[in-house]
């Protein structure tokens, strides 16, 4: 069963603390994607990367990063975490191209940051 | 920009009825619409993509329309079951990436 996996379900973190959130895709994917989810607001997209060693800037990538070394491994992180970060995490991937097969989400990352 | 909205009031129907819900998009046609189901706490799982230039598109108990004129795809599932009760999310492609509308909250009653 192909899938992707985020590192941790819940996560607890301080304000000014850096925060790292880490993804993994089995499916040989050239694309993932970081999305947040909040109530009201649907989800969000961060930041995407099509490619080893490249990003691109989502719709609110605002004070975080994110680092993709590996083909099946896509990084965020939260360089200072304040309370506005405080959402759902959802880390994607896919194929190149408008496939038939939509993206391929993980279970999600809730982070509070207190 | 270009934006996709949802009816973000929540659906409920009684258990047999067909569930029609709705995405609207501005500006330009995307190139494709995505439809996700997303269970409370859990990320979307992918349904259904059509294409600009498809009108309609089925999958078991699951059609999806794409109509350029009115910048609207619908989303049926029919005969719907308590099991259907979800938040259902529409997403426009864009430049190789999607944009999500808010998710229509459906419940399904038996």
């Known amino acids: 069963d192909v899938k992707v996996t985020q590192s941790s379900r819940y996560l607890v973190k301080r304000t000014g603390e850096k925060v790292f959130l880490e993804c993994v895709q089995d499916?040989?994917?050239?694309?993932m994607f970081w999305y947040r989810q909040d109530p009201g607001l649907g989800l969000r997209l961060i930041y995407f990367s099509y490619d080893v060693k490249m990003k691109e800037k989502g719709d609110i990538p605002e004070g975080y990063s994110v680092s993709r070394e590996k083909k099946e491994r896509f990084s965020l992180i939260l360089e200072s975490a304040s309370t506005n970060q405080t959402s759902m995490y959802l880390c994607?991937?896919?194929?190149?191209?408008?496939?038939?097969?939509?993206?391929?989400f993980g279970s999600g990352t809730r982070l509070t940051v207190v | 920009s270009q934006k996709i909205e949802q009816n973000s009031e929540a659906l409920n129907i009684q258990e047999g009825k067909t569930a029609t819900l709705t995405c609207n998009y501005t500006n330009y046609s995307p190139a494709y619409l995505q439809w996700y189901r997303q269970d409370p706490g859990r990320g979307p799982v992918f349904l259904l993509l059509i294409r600009e230039n498809e009108k309609e598109k089925r999958k078991e108990r699951l059609k999806v329309t794409f109509d350029t004129t009115l910048k609207q795809s619908l989303f049926h599932i029919t005969a719907s079951q308590p099991a259907d009760s979800a938040t259902y999310l529409c997403?426009?492609?864009?430049?190789?990436?999607?944009?999500f509308g808010q998710g229509t909250e459906l419940s399904v009653k038996p």
């Open positions: 997403g426009r492609g864009q430049g190789g990436k999607l944009i």
């Open positions: 499916m040989d994917h050239e694309n």
């Open positions: 994607a991937s896919s194929e190149t191209g408008d496939t038939n097969y939509g993206y391929t």
